[in-house]
């Protein structure tokens, strides 16, 4: 396995109900928190955000802990009636999505957009 790779968020705000938030490095024990924590603090200051855009294509490595991260965003949001959307999936993280059942819990996905996803 290669060394590390810090995790970073960049954060935009298309539109003043959406928050995007583009990940790049390794969602895993070290570094899942500071996107929990994250995601957090924008639920509790009243921003307004109807909807949260993760674009995981930067995400290089995803362990059982960011996994973790990424449940605890999706019962966060949905506790605030935010949407979540995880955008750009790697393969690897597809793939850990699909292994783990998570995916339709995660994306909202059915069966249908999974096969698609699958064949392209």
């Given at each position: 396995?290669?060394?590390?790779?810090?995790?970073?968020?960049?954060?935009?705000?298309?539109?003043?109900?959406?928050?995007?938030?583009?990940?790049?490095?390794?969602?895993?024990?070290?570094?899942?928190?500071?996107?929990?924590?994250?995601?957090?603090?924008?639920?509790?200051?009243?921003?307004?955000?109807?909807?949260?855009?993760?674009?995981?294509?930067?995400?290089?490595?995803?362990?059982?802990?960011?996994?973790?991260?990424?449940?605890?965003?999706?019962?966060?949001?949905?506790?605030?009636g935010?949407?979540?959307?995880?955008?750009?999936?790697?393969?690897?993280?597809?793939?850990?999505?699909?292994?783990?059942?998570?995916?339709?819990?995660?994306t909202?996905?059915?069966r249908?957009?999974?096969?698609?996803?699958?064949?392209?």
């Amino acid at each position: 396995m290669s060394d590390p790779r810090e995790l970073s968020l960049t954060w935009t705000s298309p539109t003043p109900d959406v928050a995007a938030v583009a990940l790049a490095g390794d969602l895993d024990y070290d570094s899942s928190d500071a996107l929990t924590d994250a995601v957090a603090a924008l639920l509790a200051n009243g921003s307004g955000v109807r909807e949260l855009r993760i674009d995981c294509a930067g995400v290089e490595y995803c362990d059982s802990y960011g996994l973790s991260s990424l449940l605890m965003v999706r019962r966060r949001t949905r506790a605030a009636g935010v949407t979540l959307h995880l955008d750009n999936r790697t393969g690897s993280l597809e793939r850990l999505l699909r292994v783990t059942n998570t995916l339709e819990h995660l994306t909202g996905a059915g069966r249908g957009a999974r096969e698609q996803k699958l064949d392209t």
